[in-house]
């Protein structure tokens, strides 16, 4: 199984590929991703992760088709980012993307495009480890409208389809 650590910062995986632009931390390719291609051929993954990239990146819906490029039939994508509302998304000027839980939805895949080779498997909220206790509050998807910083992080598993047959 070939697997990706996409924006792998100081989370160094052995028996993976980890890829990052900064030359302060230990890496096996570096490569800016918001340049495209990627310097990989097409279907060499079967496992990418973004942990804490996606809200960073100039054009999200072309690094997901970059990601399908490069990604093979049934590759599992998980992307973890930080909610619109969170107090972390508005605490980093490097923030480009403000995100909320129907980012990558059914619908918003069929307006990008990508609905016939990306499918969204699970999705789940991630809670900063000291507000462990906002999973608790009640009515939340009621609540996110009045109070700000409700939530705090959201993680996505996209599956990679492609027909065999034909060119992304």
Request: with cysteine; glycine share 4%.
């Amino acid at each position: 199984m070939k697997k990706l650590n996409l924006g792998s910062g100081k989370d160094y995986r052995n028996d993976w590929v980890n890829m990052d632009i900064h030359s302060d931390f230990k890496k096996d390719v570096t490569h800016d991703f918001n340049k495209f291609p990627y310097p990989f051929k097409e279907n060499t993954f079967d496992l990418i992760e973004l942990r804490f990239v996606f809200e960073h990146l100039e054009n999200p819906i072309r690094v997901l088709k970059e990601l399908i490029r490069i990604g093979k039939n049934n590759c599992k994508i998980i992307i973890l980012t930080s909610h619109a509302n969170s107090y972390a998304q508005w605490s980093d000027l490097q923030h480009r993307n403000h995100m909320n839980e129907h980012i990558l939805d059914d619908w918003q895949l069929e307006e990008y495009g990508l609905k016939k080779n990306l499918k969204l498997v699970k999705f789940t909220w991630v809670w900063d480890k000291s507000n462990w206790w906002k999973k608790y509050i009640p009515l939340k998807s009621y609540l996110k409208i009045f109070l700000n910083g409700l939530y705090d992080n959201m993680g996505f598993e996209l599956k990679v389809l492609k027909d065999t047959n034909s060119k992304i």
